[in-house]
């Protein structure tokens, strides 16, 4: 039987609170067994994803949602701001060798998200953006 499990959070805009998610996403992990080394990878995808709506996105409720949905096999993670959104193509692509020169070394965090998930989704409009990611455990 294909046992799937969701966790569906609404989480103040409070400095490290992406850890409540965190959490959250450890014990389900627990839960149905999943190897360590792929709950540590999906709780960074979950950081940087968090992060972003909280101190980009300008958000207009108190509140982001995160939910995930996880079984065995997969972790589907969606993040929904209610900010300003962006446009994902006009956001430059971070070279390693023009980081070192420049003073400017942050705009990592879409690149990891693009590189650790298997799938990477942005829909993003001037109601807010959402993510979804999806991140195989096998
Ligand atoms: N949820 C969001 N709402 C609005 N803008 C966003 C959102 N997520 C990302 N952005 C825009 O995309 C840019 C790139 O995001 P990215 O995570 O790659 O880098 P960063 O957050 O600036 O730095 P880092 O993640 O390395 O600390 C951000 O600077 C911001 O302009
Ligand atoms: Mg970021």
Redesign the pocket.
Known sequence: MDKRIKLEIKLPLVKDIELVAIEGLELMGRHLQIAEEKIGEARILIT??I???I????NTTPFIDVHFIMNIDALVII?T?Y????D?SS?EN?EIDKKLSSNY?????????REMSDEFK?D?SEK??K?TITKNLR
């Open positions: 940087e994803g992060i972003n709506a101190e980009h996105s300008e993040i701001d900010g300003k959104g962006f994902p956001v971070p070394k942050r705009g990592w965090g879409l690149k990891l998200m942005i993003s807010g953006t993510i």
